[in-house]
């Protein structure tokens, strides 16, 4: 067999992944090969959650401006999926209404809302202030420490992250291994319009907060509303350096 016939055997092995993965890195292999002969983040996904790692993924929502596509897109796969939310207890109002009626309206059976640690809570934040001061450590007590506690029983998850949302997220692969862990971005090549052709398409809801100027949406005191050609992600943490939350840590290669 010949160096063409060797690589299109391999081609549709990947593209048709028939058995799951005995291990993290054997699937992080396997749907990289997939990303690398042309399939789309909604088919590695789809290879991901019912072939190569059925049962050992979760989704983590933010349930913010623009979660409504790949909740949209997953439950298209799999309703069943389990969806984290991290209820930092500094949500708009506006957040956990819409958590509720997007799972209603897509049908999500597993959304699952994870608060902080009540002890660590009266321990490190009980004034629930630390975010005026020690957003980086806000952010660990609230969202990265019970996210690691979530995941603790997944190989992998799967974020709604876009090169278009911010210079730190450019190069955005569809497939990351992080921590110890896959990681799914499979949306990652969706840039603004394509959201809203999605929107319109699926006929989403919207995140009320996104008519009143907020196309970017995280708690409550670290979020305002952004103004005529700002990035979209210009009213988190407005006024600091910090950019990103904490969660969405460095890749490492395999
Ligand atoms: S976004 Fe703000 S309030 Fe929310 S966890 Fe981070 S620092 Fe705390």
Redesign the pocket.
Known sequence: MGLSSNFHAAHADNLAPSREASSIGEAFHRLSALAAAGADGREILRHALLTVMPGRLAIVSSFGAESAVLLSVIAGIDRTAPVVFLE?R?HFAETLAYRDTLAAHLGLLDVRSVSPDRAALADRDPAGA??QFD?DA??AL??VEPLDEALSGFDGWISGRKRHQASTRTTLPFVELEQGRLKLNPIADWDGPRIQAEFARRALPAHPLVARGYPSI??A??TRAVGEGEESRAGRWSGSDKVE?GIHRASVDA
Request: net charge positive; proline share 0%; hydrophobic share 20%.
């Open positions: 930092t500094k630390l975010w957003t806000c952010c609230r969202k995280g708690c005191v670290c939350c």
